[in-house]
């Protein structure tokens, strides 16, 4: 289930609701995992089928608040009049939740209107008068209990607000935020600063970072005090990939005390920092960083992973051997971890078995790590070994164009192929890729391309 609500993170619906129906397929009775698929058929537009889950989910648990929200949301353009049922239905639950009204069943002893089914009980007028004193005070007492009817207590606004958010909260977790969005609607008051969070991790959710940004950073000019508001700010600054911005906020919040009662979220912000100063080349202060990182949590991969690959740029290979193997131990299937032991291999003293190993366990769970591939193939070509290096460029380029790279970049790894297949002697495969790119896009490569070309025609008229 992990791997489903990565899916649903990521945006990979489809995959999601595969997991979750195979999931209930090893335990049908999982009423959380029901939900959730509900949730999903929803987001589908699979009405019928939400429906139908949210009914058996009624049936087995009816004083459920989340289910009778869901129903009431999903019937509301069909049947109002159920729908407004539903809502009367999660409103008496709510207000039994908030012990404004007594729970169900104890009505007997101290008989309420409002602890009463919602449909009138008739009171039954005999020919003659019942034996049965007990039976007739209790007919009494429905009697009086449904004259009594205006005195149900109702729900004030910020009360009826807090039920809607148990909605909304579990649309947030299960990462279902078209679903969560649509029940904001509903709230009365739309001001509210977790209200307003929730905004923004939907603009998040879409990539509409800029969005996201302003209604953060006005929560944090408010609230500039306010931890969970400004880790909100660095994950979207991360994710958006404004590293300048986020390095500042990461080192503002890491003294804070407040920050280390949360195990997790601490953690995280040595990992932001670490990725950042790997991605800005400063690779000696992601090292310590990393390491860092590794001792407060020594079971992530992530961690260790950053280590090794730190490490290794550090011209460290020892250490990146051992900090690789480690996060290959927690995450067995890491394609970018495989690569890295590959290359490792071929930078400390050219272990080419040990590499090849390493690349078809990357190829097992090939995820498009494009600049890796082509660091590999150069190793590779270094070592001579060029059916290797001229296969991880075809991924390579294959993958470049998929990620819609740009054309320079292709350019240059489709040059780097064809020098390799000079190596291998393939000529006119050499010639038909400096050709390709002749007739694209080539830019200030126009010059060095017709001479590959002229160079080649000479070589293979010389060969025939």
């Known amino acids: 289930m992990k ?29 959380q995992n029901q939900l959730l698929l509900a949730g999903l ?4 537009e699979k009405i019928s089928e939400a429906k139908f889950i949210l ?10 608040l989340i ?9 509301q353009q069909q049947d109002q009049e159920l729908a407004d049922f539903m809502m009367q239905k999660a409103e008496r639950i709510w207000l039994r939740q908030l012990n404004l009204i007594k729970q169900e069943g104890m009505h007997h002893e101290d008989p309420q209107l409002f602890d009463l089914p919602w449909i009138k009980i008739p009171i039954p007028v005999p020919d003659k008068p019942e034996k049965d004193k007990a039976i007739l005070e209790q007919r009494e007492q ?51 600063n977790k209200i307003t969070m929730l905004r923004a991790k939907i603009y998040l959710y879409k990539s509409e970072y800029a969005q996201c940004l302003d209604l953060i950073e006005n929560m944090l000019e408010f609230n500039p005090e306010d931890l969970d508001i400004r880790i909100e700010y660095i994950k979207v600054l991360f994710k958006s990939q404004d590293f300048d911005k986020c390095e500042k906020q990461i080192k503002f919040v890491l003294p804070n005390p407040q920050l280390r009662e949360d195990p997790i979220i601490y953690f995280s912000m040595y990992l932001m920092l670490g990725s950042i100063y790997i991605n800005e080349k400063q690779f000696g202060n992601a090292r310590a960083v990393f390491t860092k990182a590794c001792q407060i949590k020594d079971n992530s991969s992530l961690s260790w992973m950053g280590l090794g690959i730190s490490s290794h740029e550090c011209g460290k290979y020892k250490e990146a051997e051992d900090a690789l193997r480690m996060a290959n131990l927690y995450e067995p299937t890491n394609d970018t971890v495989w690569g890295y032991i590959a290359l490792n291999c071929l930078k400390d003293g050219k272990r080419f078995r040990d590499a090849n190993s390493a690349l078809k366990e990357m190829n097992k769970t090939d995820a498009g790590q494009v600049n890796l591939m082509v660091r590999l193939s150069k190793e590779f070509y270094n070592i001579e070994e060029y059916l290797t290096a001229k296969e991880l460029l075809q991924k390579a380029i294959n993958w470049a164009k998929i990620q819609d790279m740009l054309t320079e970049e292709i350019n240059q790894f489709e040059i780097q192929l064809a020098e390799t297949n000079e190596k291998l002697g393939q000529l006119q495969q050499a010639l038909d890729i400096y050709q390709e790119i002749l007739n694209g896009e080539c830019g200030s490569l126009e010059e060095h391309l017709k001479q590959q070309i002229n160079r080649l025609h000479f070589q293979i008229n010389i060969k025939y």
Not at 14 to 29: C, I, M, N, R, Y
Not at 67 to 75: S, V
């Open 67 to 75: 289910y009778h929200l869901f129903y009431n949301l999903i019937i």
């Open 41 to 44: 058929y929803q987001k589908r």
């Open 55 to 64: 009914e058996l989910l009624l049936d087995q648990d009816p004083n459920n």
């Open 142 to 192: 429905q009697r009086i209990a449904w004259e009594n009817a205006h005195n149900q207590p109702q729900l004030t606004e910020q009360q009826q607000d807090q039920m809607i958010l148990q909605l909304v909260e579990f649309f947030e977790n299960a990462c279902l935020f078209e679903l969560a969005e649509q029940s904001l609607s509903l709230l009365n008051d739309q001001s509210h």
């Open 3 to 31: 791997f489903a609500f990565f899916c649903l993170r990521c945006a990979k619906i489809e995959q999601a609701v595969t997991l979750v129906e195979q999931a209930l397929s090893f335990d049908g009775h999982n009423q």
